[in-house]
């Protein structure tokens, strides 16, 4: 389905953390450099919903979704389906004729993300394949010219969002199979190449298309690029000399400046093509602690299943438990958890991804002090789960301490054990249990730089059971 990931992690990991600085060394660098004068990702305020939100669904959809990753027998498929079961390029442009997703109701997947305790959708407006989920003017192969559906989805989501305060994001491809000056080499795959292909003249065609998702769709919080790092590394000459090569090529920094000006508020991911904008975008895994939030604002993109786009062979699905503990660990380290479904051709989302994120978001939305608006946890990761904090306006500090393993205790040998948050010089000011009705307190005491919360009886929660531990003033980590 997609390219080896080994090597595409390690375009990220070179882009995420060397582009910025490699590009730094380069003319074009000059001009990131204009543009990042206002940047500071961590604590720009074009930021702060999008810390505070930290749940997000990612959306798939497309005439992927059609053939939901069967072709001539074979049922791996996902998205990537034109270029991994190789259909002849006006056979998967037929597709088109078929997709008319009537039970497509945008308030409906509105409702579902609510109710996962989800606060922005992120959706493809144009997938590696050139199908535009949308209708524009620069080419007819969209969903309003050459589908018998005739209606523009991501019109209808935005208006569906924009009712109850939802965020919405466009996905939108660089890579693109299917217009004539996108050229083969950049991705090693094109369903119709065109050796005369003239990136210029794609990159226009880009531009005008973001233009469109900019302009006729209201606010539009974020703009998720995709595999502008996928351009192929050069055969010889050092990675400086790419990176310099590689910003120009895409025009990524007047793409930049075009996005901006036409949404000031927007916020623009990894993926342009030469580094961290504002912020990384780490697949289908959760950064080992220390390992992204120190540098940059970062989003886990993960699957709901094996696949992006829909495929009904799919039996791959993550558990509640999985989705809430993934959200916990992101959360832990400042970053934010992008969840995707693959809504199906007929335009429902599958009922088995809608079941799962109803069942999380069950813990979510009890539990939700302890994840939105909160911060990092102030140490490393404890062993017994995770952390999240935020500060009161007491100028007392509150941790929000998630732990996952809660012994079973009997009725002999009922529960009791403690816990430890390692390296705080704060004396504790109470803990008890978030969730628990009457509240559920429990001892905790300061022992030489490190606090000792005592725990006993029944877990408050079975999946992630919260304690909140109110810390005195801010924190003081332990002198090493
Ligand atoms: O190739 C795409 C893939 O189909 C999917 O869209 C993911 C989502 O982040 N992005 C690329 C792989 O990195």
């Not at 991911?269 to 289908?284: K, V």
Request: proline share 6%; with cysteine; aromatic share 12%.
């Amino acid at each position: 389905m997609n390219k080896p990931r080994k090597k595409r992690v390690s375009h990220w990991i070179l882009f995420g953390i060397m582009g910025p600085l490699i590009a730094v060394m380069s003319i074009q660098a000059q001009q990131l450099i204009e543009i990042r004068s206002d940047w500071n990702p961590t604590m720009d305020n074009r930021m702060e919903w999008w810390h505070d939100a930290k749940y997000g669904m990612f959306i798939h959809w497309g005439l992927y979704s059609i053939p939901s990753g069967e072709w001539n027998g074979e049922t791996t498929y996902g998205e990537w389906i034109m270029r991994g079961a190789d259909i002849p390029y006006k056979e998967y442009e037929g597709l088109a004729n078929k997709f008319n997703p009537v039970k497509f109701n945008a308030d409906e997947w509105v409702q579902i993300a609510q109710e996962a305790g989800m606060k922005y959708i992120v959706i493809t407006s144009k997938h590696h394949d050139g199908f535009c989920m949308f209708d524009s003017k620069y080419t007819d192969y969209d969903i309003i010219d050459r589908t018998p559906f005739g209606r523009d989805p991501l019109k209808e989501l935005a208006d569906a969002c924009a009712k109850v305060g939802m965020h919405l994001g466009f996905y939108y491809s660089i890579t693109d199979w299917h217009h004539p000056h996108f050229a083969e080499k950049w991705h090693g795959y094109h369903g119709n190449p065109n050796p005369e292909a003239d990136l210029d003249v794609y990159v226009e065609f880009m531009q005008n298309q973001l233009r469109e998702l900019l302009t006729n769709y209201g606010p539009i919080k974020i703009l998720w690029f995709d595999d502008g790092g996928s351009f192929m590394m050069p055969s010889d000459g050092p990675v400086e000399a790419y990176m310099e090569e590689h910003p120009a090529l895409l025009h990524s920094v007047e793409t930049m400046n075009m996005v901006r000006s036409l949404q000031p508020d927007i916020i623009i991911n990894d993926r342009l093509g030469y580094g961290t904008t504002d912020f990384m975008t780490p697949e289908q895994f959760v950064p080992e602690p220390g390992s992204y939030s120190a540098v940059h604002n970062f989003e886990s993109c993960l699957t709901i299943n094996g696949a992006w786009g829909h495929n009904k062979s799919e039996v791959n699905w993550k558990s509640p438990k999985e989705i809430i503990h993934e959200l916990v660990q992101n959360a832990s380290m400042g970053g934010n958890y992008l969840l995707n479904v693959g809504p199906m051709s007929n335009g429902k989302i599958d009922p088995v991804d809608t079941e799962i994120l109803r069942g999380a978001g069950k813990w979510i939305h009890r539990n939700a002090e302890a994840i939105f608006s909160t911060q990092a946890g102030p140490v490393p990761q404890p062993d017994w789960g995770r952390i999240t904090s935020r500060p009161l306006s007491n100028g007392n500090t509150r941790l929000y301490l998630h732990v996952f393993d809660w012994p079973r205790g009997s009725r002999s040998q009922p529960t009791q054990f403690a816990i430890t948050v390692a390296g705080l010089e704060n004396q504790p000011v109470q803990a008890y249990a978030l969730t628990t009705i009457p509240r559920r307190s429990y001892s905790a005491e300061q022992n030489k730089g490190s606090i000792v919360i005592k725990l006993n009886g029944r877990r408050p929660d079975i999946v992630n059971s919260v304690v909140v531990l109110d810390l005195e003033g801010s924190i003081r980590k332990r002198k090493m």
